[in-house]
């Protein structure tokens, strides 16, 4: 069993409360709303969600729940301190900490003469960075202790949908911690010991934006839901049947496939079909923001990689494919052959490697491409690629190719190189290496 303080007693710190107290553990409540100090204490629940009132009645009757406004007493008789207060917008959009920074100076002075080690563990929703520019360092500064060695310190972000918060809290879909001692690692690996799903253990930061990406992610799909329901009524379509045929497949529409950070779209489908789809909804003066916002997102991704190889400086650029995707020859609205001829209008000069584009070329007298943004690709290509390397004073890595990997991963090493692909999971942008995401 363990001790645990819940600082903020709202959808999230209440639920964590009634949940942690069901499985066993011993758990005091804090907030500085009174009012819901005494609901908890006389076994009530503080807001509206199904079952939480139940579980909030046997945690006060089993003696293992309280509530108090009285944080020295709650750090004083507890092991851990799970932080759920809220961070709402200030006028302009950005988080307001108010309540973070408070809750992080009351409980490093609480901490100050504890002899213990004491857990911290933030659940509330911040940016990237808040945990380690922020809240430690408060803690820090008002308990005189330093992290990992004198308290411990993990972010956890929940996941907990409002009216079935209690099954998201037992059946999670996804759980992302980060920790920075192996106290709170250890706490945290228990707490989830029963989910039945993968536990993703991160650094803070990169816990810190999984959870906006979550968010971000809900919100997007219900938005691209909407838009495609009302161009399907437009038509005379029924926009929920529709939505219900893509979601069947799970092979590539509901799969991770294509949520892979990286470079542009292309090919000969998806941009010509979201120029038709958003052609249909201008016609029938269907307003669709996302849709329409998609092909200038595509285009700032080129744009993004362009500024990136301008920034190396280099005037011959060597790029390791050409072609829209690997495993194939077709450059029809390929991004990399839009990128290269944006440097080529620049003055500077570009090689190609393609094992893919290469045969083709093999294959057929003349210039097989007859592509209007590179007409001279056929004078472009290299044959093999120390060569290219060899030629060149940047690399571009647009195509993933097994044969390459090792090549790439040495010349990138003294080379300029802007990877779009990732050429190997564990490369990161450091030196003359540098991931268009990562």
């Not at 609480?110 to 911040?126: D, F, G, N, Q, Y």
């Not at 707490?191 to 810190?208: I, K, P, S, Y």
Request: glycine share 8%.
């Amino acid at each position: 069993m363990a001790r645990i303080s819940v600082f903020g007693i709202g959808y999230v710190g209440a639920v964590a409360a009634a949940c942690l107290v069901r499985d066993g553990h011993k758990v005091i409540a804090v907030d500085v709303d009174e009012d819901k100090v005494d609901l908890i204490n006389r076994g009530q629940s503080p807001i509206v969600e199904e079952g939480l009132g139940a579980l909030i009645a046997k945690g006060i009757d089993s003696d293992r729940l309280f509530a108090t406004s009285d944080a020295s007493f709650a750090i004083d008789q507890t092991d851990v301190s799970l932080v759920c207060v809220g961070t709402p917008s200030d006028p302009s959009g950005a988080l307001d900490l108010t309540y973070i920074k408070e809750v992080s100076r009351q409980i490093g002075q609480e901490m100050r003469e504890k002899e213990t080690l004491h857990s911290v563990i933030l659940r509330s929703t911040v940016l990237p960075g808040t945990s380690e520019d922020i809240c430690i360092p408060l803690i820090e500064r008002h308990s005189g202790k330093t992290v990992g060695r004198g308290f411990g310190f993990g972010y956890y972000p929940e996941f907990l949908r409002e009216g079935s918060a209690i099954e998201d809290y037992d059946d999670a879909g996804l759980v992302v911690f980060g920790a920075l001692d192996e106290a709170t690692r250890n706490f945290l690996h228990m707490v989830n010991a029963t989910q039945d799903c993968c536990l993703h253990e991160v650094g803070l930061r990169t816990a810190e934006m999984v959870k906006y990406t979550s968010n971000s992610w809900r919100a997007t799909k219900v938005t691209f839901a909407n838009e495609i329901g009302n161009i399907s009524k437009a038509c005379g379509l029924d926009g929920q049947e529709v939505m219900d045929v893509l979601c069947a497949d799970h092979k590539v529409s509901m799969s991770p496939k294509f949520l892979r950070p990286g470079f542009a779209f292309g090919g000969s489908c998806l941009p010509k079909d979201i120029r038709a789809l958003k052609h249909l909804a201008d016609r029938t003066q269907t307003p669709t923001p996302l849709l329409s916002a998609v092909l200038d997102a595509n285009d700032a991704q080129v744009a993004r990689a362009e500024r990136m190889v301008r920034d190396s400086g280099a005037r011959h650029v060597g790029f390791v494919g050409i072609s829209f995707k690997p495993g194939t020859d077709d450059l029809r609205e390929s991004p990399l052959v839009e990128l290269a001829a944006r440097l080529v209008m620049q003055g500077i000069t570009v090689s190609v490697f393609d094992p893919y584009v290469a045969q083709l070329a093999a294959q057929q007298d003349g210039d097989p491409f007859r592509n209007s943004k590179l007409p001279y690709l056929k004078q472009m290509l290299v044959q093999e690629l120390p060569a290219l390397v060899a030629a060149t004073d940047a690399l571009v890595i647009g195509n993933f190719y097994a044969e390459t990997v090792e090549i790439l991963g040495a010349a990138s090493v003294t080379k300029p190189t802007i990877d779009l692909t990732r050429v190997r999971r564990d490369m990161v942008s450091t030196g003359t290496y540098e991931g268009i995401c990562w």
